[in-house]
C-alpha cells in the first residue's frame, strides 16, 4: 500500500444508475461524477436512496430530539487537545487554564463548540493504571469541565476498549464510564478506534446522562446513525467535484467532523465539510507530534463557523441541492462548486474553489434576484444583477453568498448584515508553520558531586544507533506520518532504528537507580515538596518506605522531582546518549525491581513536552499494541514518554540514577 494515497475503503463511492441503490449504504462519501449532463440523474438518485434507506432502517429520528443533546447539531469546530497541552494547562503552577486556551481557539480558528480532553494514550500501559484512572487522579479536572462549559464548550472523555490489560476494575468499563459521565458532568464520549459503540455501553452511560452524545472515529454504520449523533469523517477521499457525506445526507442534524490528522494541508476536508454543511475537527499536536494548521487553512475555519452557526438552521432544515447547478461552467471549469440551501425566505450558497488560484466573476446566476445580498464569508458588499453574482472566491479556498429575502426575519436579516460587513480575509499563506521540539537546557555539574559509585562515561564525538517503536508519538519532533492516510501495520508499531551523532562532555554516571532510603534522606534534610503533591511517593507508608524496600529504586517520582535529588547531591540526570553509553560499561547496574530511568533529555515545542526514557521496566501491559511500551529494554531503546501534569507523570515504575 502507498500510505501517501488513500485505501480502497477511503475512496469514494461512485453512483451506478444500473445498480441497486442500496450499495450506497456503506459509503463514505458519495462521489460526484465528472460530467455536470449527469448531475440531475445523480441527485434524482441520491433522493432514491435516502427514501429507501429511511425504510429499511424504520428511522424515526427519536435521538435528535431528546432534551439536552440538540448543541451536537450545530457542534462545527471540535478541538482534540491532550489534557496538559501548554495552552490548556501551566506546569510551572500546576493549574489548568482553560481561558489561555479558549482565546488562542477564538483568535486561530474562531471558536470552538466542544473539545475532546485527551487523557491516557500514549502514556496508558506504562504502569498498571487503567483509562478510568488516569482522568479520576486528575486534580482540578471536574472544575477544568465546569470552566469549559462557563464558555460556552461542550466536553468529551475519551473511552479507549482496547485497555484490557491494565487494572481490572471491580465493574464493567460500562458502568466506570457511566460514573465518570455523571461525576464530571460530560457532554459526549469519543469511541477511540470504534465506528460505533456496543449498545450495552450506551445503555449504561445513557442511565448515567439520557443526553449524552456517542461519537465514533470513522463511518458509521447506517443502523447506528439513529444513536450516535456524531461521527468523524476521518480519512475520506473524495471526487474532484465535491461528493455528498452519507451519514449526514441520510440524517441532516448528525453532525460529522472531517480530519485528516497528518495533514499539512485541510483544504479538502475543509471545502468538503462547508459544501455539505458539516463541521471541522482541530487537532493541532497529535499526541505530541506537532501538526498545527497553515494560516489559509485556518482564516478558511474561521470564514466558515461563524456563517454556519449563524445560518445553522438552513443548513440543517433547509431544501438542499448538492452541486447547485446555478455556477456557471467558466467558473465551473477553473473549479467552483457549492451546495444551495433554501428555508423559507432565505437562500445560503456555499461556494469552494479546488484550484489554487482564486477565480473572480460571476459565481452565481439566480433567476430570483429579489432581496438582499451578502457575502457572510469576506465581508465584502455585493450585488446580484441580471448577470448574476460577481464574487472572489479565493484558491483552495471558501465563499459563502447569503440572499434574505422580503419576508425575513429582522434578526435574521440584521445578522446577514452584519456578517456581510464585517472582514475577515482569506490568507493564501499555505507553509506549513513549523514547531521544532527544543531540548531544555541540560544543568551543568561542578565535578563533585556526591552520588556514590560511577561509570566514567568519556568525553567525545560518537556514533550511537537508538532503536524506538513507532508510535503516532514519533521519537522527537517530527509527525511519522506526514500526510499520510490511515497508517495500519507493517508501519504502525514497527520498530525503527536511526542513528545519531552525539558530542559527550564526559561526565560520571552512578552505577544504580536512586534508592527509597537515600530519597528519604533528601527529604529529611531539605523538606523539599513538590508543586503538586498528587502520587508523590504514593507507595511509601505514613511518609517513609515501606519496611523491606528501603534499597528498592525510588518510584513515584516525576522530572522535577528527581532534578531537586540530583541537584541536592550536586549533580543531575544522565542525558538520555550519556545512559545509553554508561550501561555499556562495566560496573553499570540495574537495581530490582527493574524501573524505566528519567533521563535529562526533557523537549519542549511550546504545546507539549516528553522526556526520554531509558532501560525498560519489570512491567509489562499485555492485550494492546496501544500501550506503552514495558519489559526489559536493550541501552539502545527509547522510549518518548509524553509528559502530563497534576502529578500523572509518577509511576510505580519510573525512577532514576544521577551523574556528575
Known sequence: MNPLEPRPI??????????DVSFLDDAKIIGAPE??????????????????????TRYDGSHYVEPGREWTQTAYSVALVWLWDDLLYDVSTGTFTPRKFVEHGVAEFGGYDAIVLWHAYPVIGIDDRNQFDFYR?????????????????????DYNPWDVGTRRAARSDADEFASLVSDYNVDGVFLDTLKEGDPAF???????????????????????????ALSWAQWFADTHAPGVLRAHLFERRHMMHHTRRWNRDHSDELQSAWVNGVGMLVWESVFSAWVG?????????????????????????????QLTPEIPDKARAHGVYGSRFDLADITFWTLVNRDEEDFEGIVLRSEDQVGDWYDVTSGVPITADDDGVHLVVPGRGVAGIVRVGATAGASCRATARRLGTLPRAHVSESAFPMRPAALVAVPP??????IGATVAVPAGSRTLTVTHRRRETGLYDTAPYVEEWKPLPPRLHDLQTVTREVSLPGISVAVAEVTNAEYFAFLDATGYRPVVANRFLQHWADGVPVPGTE??????????DARAYAAWRGGRLPTEDEWQVAAGLEGFERREPLVWNLTESEYRDGRSRFCILKGGSHYRAEGSD???????????VSFKLVLTGGGLDRSANIGFRCAG
Open 202 to 228: 450506551a445503555r449504561a452511560i445513557r442511565a448515567a446522562n439520557p443526553a449524552i452524545a456517542l461519537e465514533g472515529e470513522s463511518r458509521l454504520p447506517l443502523a447506528r446513525i439513529g444513536d450516535h
Open 551 to 560: 534499597d528498592q529504586p525510588v518510584t513515584y517520582v516525576d522530572l522535577p
Open 10 to 19: 477511503d475512496l469514494p463511492t461512485l453512483v451506478d444508475p444500473t445498480a
Open 35 to 56: 460530467d455536470p449532463a449527469d448531475l440531475p440523474r445523480w441527485r434524482a438518485t441520491l433522493a432514491e436512496w435516502k427514501a429507501g434507506a429511511l425504510e429499511r
Open 445 to 450: 555539574v561542578s565535578g563533585d558531586a556526591r
Open 293 to 321: 494548521w497553515n494560516a489559509r487553512d485556518r482564516a478558511t475555519l474561521r470564514r466558515m463557523v461563524a456563517a454556519q452557526r449563524a445560518f445553522a438552521p438552513v443548513l440543517i432544515d433547509g431544501d438542499w441541492i
Open 626 to 636: 496501544w500501550y506503552a511500551d514495558g519489559g526489559p529494554q536493550e541501552p539502545e
Open 137 to 157: 487522579d486528575v486534580p482540578g479536572l471536574r472544575e477544568l469541565v465546569d470552566d469549559l462549559h462557563g464558555f460556552g464548550l461542550k466536553v468529551f472523555f
